[in-house]
Protein backbone atom coordinates (compact mmCIF):
# COMPACT_ATOMS: atom_id res chain seq x y z
CA UNK A 1 0.00 0.00 0.00
CA UNK A 2 3.05 2.58 0.94
CA UNK A 3 4.85 1.67 -2.67
CA UNK A 4 1.27 2.46 -4.20
CA UNK A 5 1.27 5.57 -2.32
CA UNK A 6 4.80 6.52 -3.03
CA UNK A 7 3.71 5.92 -6.83
CA UNK A 8 1.02 8.51 -7.08
CA UNK A 9 2.87 11.26 -4.96
CA UNK A 10 5.98 10.58 -8.05
CA UNK A 11 3.43 11.03 -10.80
CA UNK A 12 1.74 13.86 -9.25
CA UNK A 13 5.06 15.61 -8.74
CA UNK A 14 5.56 14.94 -13.11
CA UNK A 15 2.44 16.31 -13.71
CA UNK A 16 3.05 19.50 -12.26
CA UNK A 17 6.46 19.84 -13.65
CA UNK A 18 5.31 19.28 -17.08
CA UNK A 19 2.87 21.62 -17.27
CA UNK A 20 5.48 24.14 -16.82
CA UNK A 21 8.35 22.33 -18.71
CA UNK A 22 7.97 22.03 -22.65
CA UNK A 23 10.85 21.37 -25.03
CA UNK A 24 10.58 22.91 -28.40
CA UNK A 25 13.10 21.88 -31.60
CA UNK A 26 15.17 25.59 -30.56
CA UNK A 27 15.13 24.70 -26.80
CA UNK A 28 14.11 20.67 -26.25
CA UNK A 29 13.39 19.23 -22.73
CA UNK A 30 16.07 17.61 -21.28
CA UNK A 31 14.22 14.33 -19.35
CA UNK A 32 16.25 12.13 -16.98
CA UNK A 33 15.34 9.05 -15.40
CA UNK A 34 17.21 7.00 -13.25
CA UNK A 35 15.66 3.68 -12.33
CA UNK A 36 17.45 1.26 -9.90
CA UNK A 37 20.10 0.08 -12.28
CA UNK A 38 19.86 2.03 -15.19
CA UNK A 39 20.38 5.80 -16.56
CA UNK A 40 18.64 7.43 -19.31
CA UNK A 41 18.13 10.60 -20.82
CA UNK A 42 16.54 12.20 -23.51
CA UNK A 43 15.99 15.80 -25.54
CA UNK A 44 12.48 15.71 -26.29
CA UNK A 45 10.90 18.27 -28.79
CA UNK A 46 7.25 18.40 -27.36
CA UNK A 47 5.76 19.84 -30.42
CA UNK A 48 6.66 17.89 -32.67
CA UNK A 49 6.48 15.09 -30.32
CA UNK A 50 9.98 13.55 -31.19
CA UNK A 51 12.91 12.59 -29.34
CA UNK A 52 16.17 14.47 -30.72
CA UNK A 53 19.03 12.62 -28.90
CA UNK A 54 18.94 10.08 -26.41
CA UNK A 55 21.94 8.38 -24.21
CA UNK A 56 21.42 5.76 -21.54
CA UNK A 57 23.28 3.51 -19.89
CA UNK A 58 22.51 0.61 -22.25
CA UNK A 59 23.85 1.99 -25.46
CA UNK A 60 26.29 -0.10 -26.86
CA UNK A 61 29.28 2.44 -26.71
CA UNK A 62 28.78 2.57 -22.82
CA UNK A 63 27.58 -0.97 -21.96
CA UNK A 64 31.10 -1.96 -22.21
CA UNK A 65 31.85 0.54 -19.46
CA UNK A 66 29.40 -1.17 -16.99
CA UNK A 67 27.66 1.98 -15.70
CA UNK A 68 25.14 1.72 -13.01
CA UNK A 69 22.32 4.45 -11.65
CA UNK A 70 24.95 5.87 -9.38
CA UNK A 71 26.87 9.64 -9.05
CA UNK A 72 29.69 8.69 -10.77
CA UNK A 73 28.33 7.14 -13.49
CA UNK A 74 26.05 9.91 -14.29
CA UNK A 75 28.86 12.13 -14.53
CA UNK A 76 30.04 9.85 -17.09
CA UNK A 77 26.88 9.83 -18.98
CA UNK A 78 26.06 13.31 -18.92
CA UNK A 79 29.60 13.80 -21.18
CA UNK A 80 28.31 11.54 -23.68
CA UNK A 81 25.15 13.16 -23.61
CA UNK A 82 26.82 17.08 -24.38
CA UNK A 83 29.09 15.54 -26.95
CA UNK A 84 25.97 13.68 -28.97
CA UNK A 85 23.59 16.90 -28.21
CA UNK A 86 26.22 19.49 -29.57
CA UNK A 87 26.76 17.26 -32.47
CA UNK A 88 22.85 17.50 -32.92
CA UNK A 89 23.33 20.93 -32.66
CA UNK A 90 21.87 21.16 -29.93
CA UNK A 91 23.19 23.74 -26.71
CA UNK A 92 20.24 25.19 -25.30
CA UNK A 93 17.37 22.76 -23.14
CA UNK A 94 15.34 23.04 -20.40
CA UNK A 95 16.00 20.56 -17.76
CA UNK A 96 12.81 17.66 -16.48
CA UNK A 97 14.10 15.75 -13.62
CA UNK A 98 10.75 13.59 -13.80
CA UNK A 99 9.82 14.17 -10.22
CA UNK A 100 12.59 13.35 -8.46
CA UNK A 101 14.72 16.04 -5.77
CA UNK A 102 17.66 18.39 -7.40
CA UNK A 103 19.84 16.51 -5.11
CA UNK A 104 22.10 13.55 -5.59
CA UNK A 105 22.49 11.85 -9.03
CA UNK A 106 19.83 14.14 -10.52
CA UNK A 107 22.17 17.88 -9.30
CA UNK A 108 25.42 15.63 -10.85
CA UNK A 109 24.07 15.30 -13.84
CA UNK A 110 22.82 18.56 -14.58
CA UNK A 111 26.51 19.91 -13.23
CA UNK A 112 28.32 17.44 -15.22
CA UNK A 113 26.31 18.81 -18.27
CA UNK A 114 26.81 22.29 -17.34
CA UNK A 115 30.20 21.84 -17.36
CA UNK A 116 30.30 20.05 -20.98
CA UNK A 117 28.81 23.29 -21.87
CA UNK A 118 24.82 22.81 -22.57
CA UNK A 119 23.07 26.01 -21.13
CA UNK A 120 19.89 25.38 -19.07
Known sequence: MNTIRKAQLLQKRKWRIRKKVVGTAARP?????????HIYAQAIDDVQGT???AVSTLTPDLRTQKLAANVTSAKTLAGSF??????AGINNVVFDRNGRRYHGKVKTFAEALREAGLKF
Do not use: N
Not at 29 to 37: A, I, N, P, T
Not at 82 to 87: L, N, R
Open 29 to 37: RLCVHFSGK
Open 82 to 87: AAKASA
Open 51 to 53: TLV
